[in-house]
Structures are given as C-alpha cells and as structure tokens.
C-alpha cells in the first residue's frame, strides 16, 4: 500500500516557484510565465508519481500560474493607450520577494548557536564531504533536488518492476530505522549505496519518503558535491 506524505510538511509552493526561478537563472521581476508554468505542473506530475499526497497551496497556485498566463496571452487593446494595464505577474513577484524576505531571515536564524545542536552534539560538516568527491564545497540540496533527481531514477526503470513485488510487505519505519543503522555504521552513504544491490521502482520510492521523513525530523541531511555529483547522505548529527 503506497505511503502518502504532505509535501507542505518539507517545503511550500512558492518554494518551488523560487527554486525554478533560481534553476533557470531568472530574473524574478520578468518571469517567462509560459515556462515556469510548465515547469511547475511537470515537477507537481513528478511529485504525484512519487506517491506524495499534494497540500492544496501547490494546486492554488498552479491555477494562479495558469491564470496568469491566459491573461498575458490576452491581445492588448489598441484604445488603451492612455492607461498601462498592470502587470499579471506583479502580485505574484511581491509575494515572491516577501516570502523570500522572511525565507532568508529565517536561515539568518537558523545559524546561531542553538543549544543540543551546537553544545552536545557535532553536526557533520559539508567539507568532509566534499573531500570524498574532490570538491571544495558540498551544497545541501532542497527537497525539489532530490524530487528531481528520484524521478530520473525511477523513470528509467520498468514498470513491470513495481507489478513483481506488489505481495511483498514493507513499511516505511522499517525503512527508515534500516537507513540510520546504516549511516551510524558509516559517516554518510550515497543513495545508490541505501537501495543496495537489487533496488526495484517500489524499494526506490519507499527510500525516498523514508530519506523525506528523516529530513523532516532533521536526522539527515543531504549533500551534492556539484550540480552533477553524486547525492550522498549523512547524520545531521553524530551521536
């Protein structure tokens, strides 16, 4: 039985919409909304395969995106000359740059020193990582990265897979314990290395909500040595 999580537990919809915006290298007050809008129903496509139950907000603001592009295809009236309609996309660049504002300040937070974290416990750091993959530094990837990078794995394998294994019993907590047992035996695994030898399409998406999870609870992290690289995974903390 497929295991649904709300995806508005990681990461939110304008999430998305700014990390499409940083992917394509756009400037976020002139943003082509035919593209971005059809980014963003394929990334929603890819998250729907998945088996991640959507929160609203993504599907509201699908609508916002399409709405938005119905109204720019529009043919501007030669009469109105005088006045300059406003533009479609303003509302949504000032919710962008607000919650962008906040998203930063946030992080600012999130730097200080917190007691737990940074008293009893070391966190594993992104340059001992980045040793293992000749890089100077390791980047910590978002949760549409890893929706990104999942899908091209599962999309290239074949469906008759997942139909091959629909008896066999699993859960995600099992999963999920299997995973820190493995990362405590080693400082961090790549995510080929956590499917192990014989991974099937089902086996590969209980990973990647068992790894989603884990994030959630901030008990991983997850590094890229580059936009290419190897995914690999860590303990957030090493207890």
């Known amino acids: 039985m497929a295991y649904e999580i709300k ?8 999430d998305l919409l ?17 593209l971005i809008t059809e980014q963003y129903l394929e990334y929603l496509d890819m998250m729907r395969s998945l088996n991640l139950d959507l929160a609203g907000e993504y599907l509201v603001l699908a609508a916002t995106l399409i709405h938005i592009k119905s109204k720019m295809l529009l043919p501007v009236e030669e009469d109105d000359h005088d006045e300059e309609d406003p533009d479609p996309r303003a509302e949504l660049v000032r ?21 737990d974290r940074d008293v009893f ?13 000749d890089q100077a530094m390791a980047i910590e990837l978002s949760v549409f990265d890893l929706v990104d990078a999942f899908y091209k794995i599962v999309s290239t394998m074949e469906k008759g ?7 066999e019993k699993m859960s995600l907590a099992e999963r999920m314990n299997e995973i820190m047992d493995k990362l405590a035996e080693k400082r961090n695994l790549t995510f080929m290395e956590l499917l192990g030898e014989h991974a099937n399409r089902r086996m590969l998406i209980y990973t ?5 999870e884990l994030m959630r609870q901030r008990m991983i992290r997850i590094y890229q040595a580059s936009s290419f690289g190897v995914i690999r995974v860590c303990l957030a903390v090493e207890s």
Do not use: C, H
Not at 7 to 13: A, H, Q, R, S, V
Not at 122 to 130: C, D, P, T, W
Not at 161 to 167: C, F, H, K, R, S
């Open 7 to 14: 995806l508005d537990i990681f990461e939110g919809p304008l």
């Open 161 to 167: 897979e997942l139909l091959e294994i629909n008896t």
């Open 121 to 133: 416990t070391r966190g594993v750091m992104a340059e001992e990582l980045s040793d293992q993959d």
């Open 208 to 212: 990647f909500l068992a790894i989603l």
């Open 95 to 115: 919710q962008l740059l607000e919650y962008q504002l906040y998203k930063e300040a946030a992080m600012q937070l999130g730097t200080r020193p917190l007691l």
């Open 18 to 34: 700014l990390f499409l915006i940083k992917k394509n290298e756009i400037d976020i007050y002139n943003i082509p909304i035919a």
